[in-house]
């Protein structure tokens, strides 16, 4: 018979046990030696993240003491709602993108409800957020009690109310969260909605200056449905306690209580529904037979009859992995957002950021160049997204020259249908530069986008470095990808520079034009020269690609 | 059929200080079943990994249908057919569009393409899903993919690596008689699994490989020959497996150090 334990741990020894493992895996991830680059990277981001918590926090603590000794005790909830949005909504952000099933995992072990939903919250607490949090709300404590010291029990109560509120409340939507994120799709659209935010957010300087005087109002008649909110309830109480009115401040307590009890019952329901088993597969239920439609594209004409079947089909599959991954599919949504952003703030008749609107004779070149840079960072780790799937490019009879040209096929379709697209919104909005600009651009185009497709291949082969779709959480690429990405563009910049300033000391508007259509020709040749080289780099280098991409 | 569909002189690879596959010499010939064993870092897949193009190794030669793999890397690829170790699928693909990428990487016209993925996803059971993304599969189905693209362009060579792990019982069932039926059609297959029963069941010719080095090859009954079983009794390939691999004493766990669990 075997021997079981007579006693389990205590709640306190779990917690304590479940530290250690997260200590251990962390320092057994940075053990690895290209993991060593990322502690580096983790001590400056700690630095960084410690010094902003404090600088925050003095303004919290200077804050609070403002407002109670400026007679505004009410305005004390604005550094209230500050904390709550920002303990809410930052472990979406950071966290939500990846799939996170380790707190989940200790279920297989003899935990009990209780002790499992104690380890669920604390383990809110070790959060960055949290931490951040609770160093801004001792710091409001420290600066309201400096203005008025009688204040200090109601924001000591009150501070651990909210904190219990917050803890509580955080750790149940990002409970949900993470039934709703176990979906591949779920995630995919979270990150796509995620990155229109983002886009979304450049526009709200623009619109605040056209519409912000006739929202005043509207923004009026909103805030009394927010005292109601935890974040104004405990503002309302520590401005009751500041001013005597402790009816207020037993309103304030008593509603953050109700609120920690609600949020409680919920998050202990969402934990029971958890500890019972509660099924995040990935994998599609099981469907039913379904009679196959004839299949109609063999009889089709192929659209990519010109090229070989191996450059076809990579160019298939490109096209299919860029229509399904959101990242990638929404990169090529920002561009022309962009330049209708920046089109209206700094060209036109009436630019929104300056008085004067910058000439299209510069502003059109720098938008393209501007476009390049953006839409050219991927080709440098152009295998990213393969995955394993890289083996079959290696098990499969062709020559990496073959699968190159169909990658970069793909990659000149969609740089053309952006620039496009780009040069059709502003032709629309501001116009189009002069005959000799625009040939100049066009060439300078051709050759900056050839020269750097054949030093980027090189990069891909050098560097590759595994992304996963519709994730952001551990997505970065290889270090020395983005330096090579970097120095390629100050390079090509460097040559185009001088021709720039040649033609304007010359007077010559034609000249850039000529030149820039030599050089295209010359990069157009160097890149078709340096297939087969890169081919054969492949071969030597496919080890450390498959041991990359595979892992 | 006595012709040699595959060939090593001395194959090895190194990795750092560590030898994986130590000089090893094999020949499989053409139309065999082949079996290719040893236990847990043995060399295995090291050693179908340098076969099938996705490893270079450090010294040796590999010739397969009489052509040296390095001088004739793509007219070598183009014969054979893999599935290999993590099967390497595309994953933001369907399974139909998977098989017809390979279809097309293999040389092979649309329509022969298109035709011969619908018959593979339909023998492979895969055909109720025509929209599901291979990242959505279960492993098991993944591996059924895995050697759909394998087989269709019809390899002469087919490399398998643990071809039947995850994949159910009536699947299996239908994938070992079609590998059956390739290998009477002249079709040489090379198989590793950790399953010993299936291996004993499938394949004429077995090759045992320990720590890098081929200790073991030959015909199941010349494996048999050279090993004492109980007397009236059939020699297993687990008992030829455990008495040449667990040789050099100390190989197996002892249980009395686990007494605790008795």
């Known amino acids: 018979m075997a021997d079981v334990a007579a006693h389990l741990p205590g709640v306190w020894e779990q917690i304590r046990l ?7 895996i962390l320092g057994n991830k940075l053990r690895k030696k290209h993991n060593q680059w990322d502690l580096l990277g983790m001590i400056v981001a700690g630095v960084f993240a410690t010094l902003a918590i404090l600088g925050i926090s003095v303004g919290y603590g200077f804050g609070a003491y403002a407002f109670l000794s400026g007679g505004h005790e009410a305005w004390i909830a604005l550094l209230f709602w500050g904390v709550f949005l920002f303990w809410q909504l930052f472990p979406i952000f950071t966290a939500g993108f990846g799939v996170g099933f380790e707190f989940r995992n200790l279920l297989r072990f003899p935990l009990s409800l209780r002790a499992f939903y104690v380890i669920g919250l604390a383990y809110g607490l070790a959060d960055f957020a949290a931490v951040a949090s609770v160093c801004w709300l001792l710091a409001m404590t420290i600066g309201a009690t ?32 993470e039934r709703i994120l176990a979906r591949r799709r779920a995630r995919e659209m979270f990150f796509a909605l995620f990155i229109l935010f983002a886009v979304s ?10 519409y912000g005087r006739t929202a005043q109002p509207w923004v009026r008649q909103v805030v009394p449905y ?5 974040p104004s309830l405990a503002g309302r109480a520590i401005a009751g306690a500041a001013q005597h009115n402790f009816t207020d401040t037993l309103v304030g307590a008593a509603g953050i209580s ?3 009890l609600l949020f409680s019952v919920f998050l202990w329901l969402r934990f029971a529904t958890q500890y019972r088993g509660e099924e995040l597969s990935e994998s599609a239920a099981p469907a039913r037979s379904v009679v196959r439609p004839v299949s109609r594209t063999a009889e089709q004409a192929d659209a990519l009859r010109l090229l070989t079947p191996q450059v076809a089909a990579v160019l298939r599959k490109e096209f299919r992995y860029l229509t399904r991954n959101s990242f990638a599919f929404f990169l090529l949504i920002m561009p022309p957002v962009f330049v209708l952003l920046f089109t209206t703030q700094f060209a036109g008749r009436h630019p929104t950021a300056m008085k004067h609107p910058v000439s299209t004779e510069f502003f059109f070149p720098g938008m393209m160049a501007y476009l390049l840079l953006i839409l050219m960072a991927p080709a440098y780790n152009s295998f990213a997204y393969d995955g394993k799937g890289i083996q079959t490019f290696f098990t499969a009879p062709v020559s990496f020259r073959e699968v ?105 508007k034609w000249l850039p034009a000529e030149v820039f259509a030599f050089l295209a020709a010359v990069a157009i040749a160097g890149y078709s020269s340096s297939l087969n080289p890169l081919a054969a780099l492949a071969e030597k280098k496919k080890e450390s690609l498959i041991d990359a991409l595979s892992r | 059929m006595t012709d040699a569909a595959i060939v090593t002189q001395k194959l090895t690879r190194r990795f750092g200080n560590l030898t994986a596959v130590d000089g090893v010499d094999l020949t499989v010939a053409a139309g065999q079943f082949f079996g290719f064993l040893g236990p847990n870092g043995a060399g295995k897949s090291t050693t179908i990994k340098m076969l099938t193009g996705l490893l270079a190794p450090s010294s040796g030669r590999a010739e397969l249908l009489g052509l040296d793999f ?52 339909d023998f492979m059971q895969l055909s109720d899903r025509p929209k599901t993304l291979i990242a959505d599969y279960s492993h ?94 059939k020699t297993t390939l687990e008992q030829i497996f455990l008495s040449i691999v667990g040789q050099d004493g100390g190989q197996r766990p002892q249980l009395e150090e686990l007494s605790w669990l008795m």
């Open chain 1, 18 to 24: 479940v530290a250690g493992l997260r200590w251990r």
């Open chain 1, 404 to 508: 190159f040209l169909g990658k970069n096929l793909l990659q000149a379709g969609m740089l053309a249908f952006e620039l496009t697209l780009s040069m059709v919104a502003f032709s629309y909005l501001v116009g189009l530069p002069s005959l000799p600009v625009l040939l100049a651009t066009l060439a300078a185009i051709i050759f900056n986008v050839t020269g750097q497709m054949t030093i980027a291949n090189w990069s891909s082969l050098s560097f590759p470095r595994k992304l996963n779709f519709g994730q952001m959480r551990g997505q970065r690429q290889s270090g020395m990808a983005v330096l090579v990405s970097f120095g390629t563009q100050i390079l090509l910049g460097g040559i185009s520079a001088p021709i720039l300033f040649i033609s304007r000391w010359t007077g010559d």
């Open chain 1, 201 to 210: 957010v450049q526009f709200i300087n623009p619109l605040v200056q056209r």
């Open chain 1, 258 to 260: 109700a609120y920690v």
């Open chain 1, 226 to 230: 927010l005292t109601v909110f935890p």
């Open chain 2, 70 to 121: 390095a001088a004739h890397p793509v007219e070598v690829k183009r014969q054979i057919g893999v599935v290999p170790e993590g099967m390497g699928l595309f994953e933001r693909l369907t399974g139909a569009e998977y098989l017809q990428f390979v279809g097309r990487m293999y040389g092979l016209d649309r329509p022969t393409t298109q035709r011969r993925s619908e018959e593979l996803l």
């Open chain 2, 140 to 233: 098991g189905m993944q591996k059924k993919l895995a050697l759909a693209a394998a087989v269709i362009h019809g390899p002469r060579i087919l490399f398998l690596d643990e071809p039947f792990e995850g994949v159910d019982a009536l699947a299996a069932g239908a994938l070992k008689a079609l590998l059956g039926r390739m290998t009477e059609r002249g079709v040489t297959i090379f198989l590793t699994s950790h399953v010993l029963e299936i291996v004993e069941r499938l394949c004429s010719h077995v090759a045992i490989i320990h720590k890098g080095r081929l200790v073991a090859q030959g015909s199941l009954d010349e494996l048999r020959a050279g090993i004492a079983g109980e007397e009236g009794s």
């Open chain 1, 146 to 177: 400096v203005a008025n010291s009688s204040v200090l029990p109601a924001m000591l109560a009150i501070s651990t109310l909210f904190l219990l509120m917050n803890i509580t409340l955080e750790r149940m939507i990002g409970s949900w969260l």
